[in-house]
């Protein structure tokens, strides 16, 4: 880890020391950063979560702990932040150069982790694939995935909410597949298929973009 590593970090312990009230202190971290969309965005998304993992036997805790720290990659600006991660000694792969917006969950892993204290691998790695998913994931992967996707942060109602919602009912397997496989349609306009998410495809049997 190089210097800009460590000032990033230290920073960040200095600037925005956790009170103990976790969904407080995730807000006042995106507010004094100007991220107001991720703002709305993620208690909704851990309201959805919550409700998912309750339904389907996940624990809600874990579900509300990862969905509030998912997106903290998030505040730092996609022309900084592979260069950032790079400081961090982060794997940095040629899609994510390409497309950098998919590096915010590497590093949303390391915000929970550093500044937040999550040592539960199950929430970490929840959070680390919440974007595109992986070749085996957990319930807990599932239920914070397809959460993000129903409670998107683009404003409004998706356009695949209701598809998605009742594909969700037949368990969060099926959810996982439904939207894996629109993710993988002209539809779902993918700017470029991130290896985890390749492997999700291949995993689920669902044949990638051409």
Same mark, same amino acid.
């Given at each position: 880890m190089d210097a800009r590593g460590v000032g990033w970090r230290s920073s960040l312990r200095r600037d925005f020391p956790p009170s103990g009230d976790l $969904?407080?202190?995730v807000d006042a971290l995106f507010a004094a950063h100007g991220r107001e969309k991720t703002r709305e965005h993620v208690p909704r998304m851990a309201h959805a979560a919550v409700t998912l993992a309750r339904w389907s036997g996940v624990d809600p805790q874990a579900a509300r702990t990862a969905a509030l720290?998912?997106?903290l990659g998030g505040i730092v600006a996609w022309s900084k932040i592979t260069a950032l991660c790079q400081s961090l000694n982060l794997p940095v792969v040629d899609e994510e150069r390409r497309v950098p917006m998919l590096l915010h969950a590497k590093l949303s892993v390391v915000v929970a982790r550093e500044l937040y204290g999550i040592k539960d691998e199950t929430i970490l790695q929840a959070i680390r694939f919440h974007t595109t998913l992986h070749a085996q994931p957990t319930p807990l992967d599932m239920v914070i995935f397809l $959460?993000?996707?129903?409670?998107w942060d683009q404003g409004g109602i998706p356009p695949y909410y209701a598809r998605l919602l009742s594909a969700v009912d037949g368990g969060l397997e099926a959810g996982a597949r439904w939207f894996l496989?629109?993710?993988?349609?002209?539809e779902?306009?993918?700017?470029?298929?991130?290896p985890d998410l390749r492997a999700a495809w291949t995993a689920f049997g669902i044949t990638p973009p051409k």
């Open positions: $969904a407080a202190d720290l998912h997106d $959460a993000d996707k129903l409670e496989d629109w993710m993988a349609s002209p779902a306009r993918l700017l470029i298929p991130h």
